[in-house]
Structures are given as C-alpha cells and as structure tokens.
C-alpha cells in the first residue's frame, strides 16, 4: 500500500507517544501487545510476522495468547496458539504460552462461562513472567477487538495494562475501517495504554480509496503504519520498525 513511507504534507512523528528517557527506555518490557480493530482482521498473522522478524534479528522470541477461544478437536491446541509456536524460536510450556483455553468458538467471556472457568489476570502476568525469563521479546495476542470483555467488569485491555505493554493495533482495511481505527486507540489511550504502532490490512482485497482511508487514520492517529499490506501478502517488519515497536 503506498501510505508506507509516503510524502506527507505535514511530517508526522513515527509515534503519537511522547520519546521515554533515558532512565524510561532502561525500563520498558521487550514485548508487545498485539490487537486489532475487531476480529479476523490478522492479528494473528502479523504476531507471526513480527516474531518471525524478531527471529531473523537474533532474538530469543516467543508468542502468547493469554485467552484463546476454539480449541480444534485433532489437535486439541487453538490454530492462533500452534502459528505463534511455529513463529517463534523458544520452547516453554502450553499453559504458559496459552494460559486460557477455552473450547467453544465464541467471545471469551462467554466461552469461560460455558466452561465454568473464570478469567484472572493475575495469573496471566504470572505466566507472562515466566516466558520472561526465558525469551528476550514476547508478543503478546489478544483475541478478539480490544475491549472485547472477559468477564463483566475486565475487558481485553485489562491485560495489556496488567502485562505492562506497549500496544500494536491491527486495522482491517474495510469500510468501517475509519470509526474502528479511532475507536480502538482512543480507548487504550484512555487507559493509558501507549499506541507504539498500526498495521494497515486490506481485508478483502480491492477495498475502494484504500490508500486514502489509511492516510486518514494516519493523520488522526498522529503516526503512519507500521506495515500495510494486502490480505495474504507477508507483512515486512524491517530494523526500523521493529525499533518504533520497542525491539531496538
């Protein structure tokens, strides 16, 4: 998509954060919440890209998906679980890396009530620090939108915030992608969550004024994609981006 390092008639920061300091960037976690503007807009795929770029720059890099809801019968693993393994380069234990396995294909907070099981988050940063120890850059799946909830007074962003992390937000590029974009960061910003970046996904292929929907959520999110692509294409996460993202 040619919104990727494309002129811009007023120079946009590659964040709309603030720059930590010194002492801040010392501190901040090797890791990255992944989420997106609603589901199947390719959270999961891009995870997978990230960590395989990870990989590629000699990083230890693990994927977690704290709750995933739809466990396959043959396999008794969820499809978004097993992608993020085979990403990855670090072995560590299935209830670490999917501490939440829920079977009914629905929203997890429904999906855990089926199975009686309620969702804490304590115990999802308990497992976060675990992979910790064992990988240098963790990425972090949501399922879901961002504030899809987990049970009545949590939502997805909850973990973000209890994992301490930096956000990425995936846009499907589809008409509606306007509201959804804004809406998703102003509700992390609202939780003092940081945006470090978005990845524009044109889902389905051909999506009319694609290019301008995108320079448009550039300009009211104060910074241009981190990668954009078309649906099946592989998303590049180069040096550079893998910087604004924290993986520096």
């Known amino acids: 998509m040619s919104v990727t390092g494309a002129p811009h008639p007023d120079p946009l920061p590659a964040s709309g954060e603030r720059e930590p300091s010194g ?14 503007t609603d589901t199947g807009v390719g959270k999961t795929f891009v995870a997978c890209a990230l960590l395989r770029a990870l990989v590629a720059s000699g990083a230890k890099a693990i994927g977690m998906k ?9 396999t008794g693993v969820n499809d978004d679980v097993r ?4 990403a990855g380069n670090v072995e560590a234990p299935l209830a670490d890396r999917n501490p939440y396995a829920l079977a009914e294909p629905v929203a997890p907070h429904l999906a855990a009530a089926a199975a009686n099981v309620s969702i804490d988050v304590a115990s999802i940063a308990s497992a976060y620090a675990r992979l910790a120890t064992r990988a240098d850059a963790i990425v972090v799946e949501g399922a879901g ?3 899809v909830p987990l049970d009545a007074r949590r939502d997805m962003l909850d973990i973000a915030g ?12 589809r008409l509606g992608c306007l509201n959804h974009a804004l809406l998703s960061a102003l509700a ?8 470090a970046g978005w990845v524009a996904n044109e889902i389905p292929p051909g999506m009319r ?32 981006a893998l910087a604004r ?3 520096a």
């Open 23 to 36: 002492s801040e960037a010392g501190k901040r976690p090797r890791g990255i919440f992944v989420t997106g």
């Open 66 to 74: 704290p709750v995933a809801a739809g466990i396959e019968a043959a």
């Open 83 to 86: 992608a993020l393994a085979a």
């Open 145 to 147: 939108g961002a504030l």
């Open 162 to 173: 209890a994992l301490r992390l930096p956000v990425l937000l995936v846009v499907g590029m």
């Open 188 to 195: 992390l910003r609202a939780r003092g969550l940081v945006l």
């Open 209 to 240: 004024l694609r290019d301008e929907n995108a320079e448009t959520i550039a300009r009211h999110l104060g910074m241009r994609p981190i990668a954009a692509f078309a649906q099946h294409a592989t998303p590049h996460f180069d040096s550079a």
């Open 245 to 247: 993202l924290g993986f």
